[in-house]
């Protein structure tokens, strides 16, 4: 790859795309690496050569997501290429991107979540108050926690035993709510007064100091991690979105079926919701190998 063209498709970047410097030295990096592999200016290069490139970087143990970036790197470089008359054909236009596997959740066991109910009473008054309803909506409800900070007041009328949900794409869905939910929302609701500055009224269910009026989504995990702390557990493994995704695998465990599960949390594509099968399916693999006395038996 000529620095004329290397510098041209870097300066196309920050001045058609607007592009941040850290993107265009990332852009940088992953260029100038492929064409250190590939031994030759980059701008000549075949598909067989760049094909060869992204194989030999799996075969060297780099992450499918490392190898995807890089292609999309190539890509856009081509595109350039052919746009600008450096070439007048792009060899990385039928790349194909390497399969990612898609990460299964972090799981919390019931016994695990019974440990950090248990933590929720060693705080005091309206401090763990508000906790145990938090908890109470992420574990106990499934909701997102841009859901949870979202909740206003009208949202949580006293008795009512379900809430109506904004998710994703201004979606609307309906979330029955349990006696404990239900009960840990009204003894909130009435002790909330407390965190109103000044006396004034919030619309808010979990009104704050911050500038949006109330909890910030990083307020929340911030909360979880110190409750995670007094439960004994590590805090890298407490988070709202991990809070839900127990709430989702403990209900199939339960024998929950995928539909139902789809319309709790929310989802667009009972696919997205199907992830959980797998976790599920892979701590049943994990009893049998663990527990049963065939298990470890070696052949002799």
């Not at 979202?150 to 006696?179: A, I, N, Q």
Request: charged letters at 25%; hydrophobic letters at 40%.
């Amino acid at each position: 790859m000529t620095v004329c063209a290397l510098d041209a498709f870097l300066e196309a970047l920050v001045v058609e795309r607007g592009a941040a410097a850290n993107t265009v030295s990332a852009y940088r990096r992953d260029l100038e690496d492929a064409q250190a592999t590939l031994g030759g200016g980059l701008e000549t290069a075949r598909e067989a050569d760049l094909r060869t490139y992204l194989a030999g970087l799996l075969r060297a143990g780099r992450s499918p997501r490392t190898v995807s970036r890089r292609r999309s790197a190539l890509r856009q470089f081509f595109l350039f290429c052919t746009a600008e008359g450096y070439r007048g054909d792009n060899p990385a236009d039928r790349l194909d991107a390497p399969k990612i596997g898609r990460p299964l959740p972090r799981h919390l066991g019931i016994e695990e979540l019974g440990a950090i109910i248990e933590a929720i009473e060693s705080y005091d008054g309206p401090a763990r108050l508000r906790l145990g309803c938090i908890v109470e909506l992420l574990y106990g409800a499934g909701l997102r926690v841009s859901e949870l900070v979202g909740l206003v007041m009208s949202d949580v009328p006293p008795g009512r035993g379900w809430l109506t949900v904004r998710g994703k794409g201004g979606r609307e869905r309906v979330v029955p709510l349990g006696d404990h939910a239900r009960a840990s929302i009204d003894a909130w609701t009435a002790a909330r007064n407390r965190y109103l500055v000044g006396g004034r009224r919030s619309r808010w269910l979990f009104p704050s100091r911050s500038k949006e009026g109330h909890l910030t989504r990083r307020r929340v995990g911030q909360l979880l991690d110190e409750l995670a702390v007094r439960a004994g557990l590590d805090p890298a493994r407490v988070s709202p979105h991990v809070m839900r995704h127990a709430f989702a695998s403990h209900l199939l465990e339960g024998g929950a079926d995928l539909r139902s599960l789809q319309q709790l949390l929310g989802h667009a594509d009972i696919a997205t919701t199907q992830i959980y099968t797998h976790v599920v399916e892979e701590q049943l693999r994990r009893a049998v190998f663990d527990h049963h006395p065939l298990a470890s038996r070696s052949d002799s």
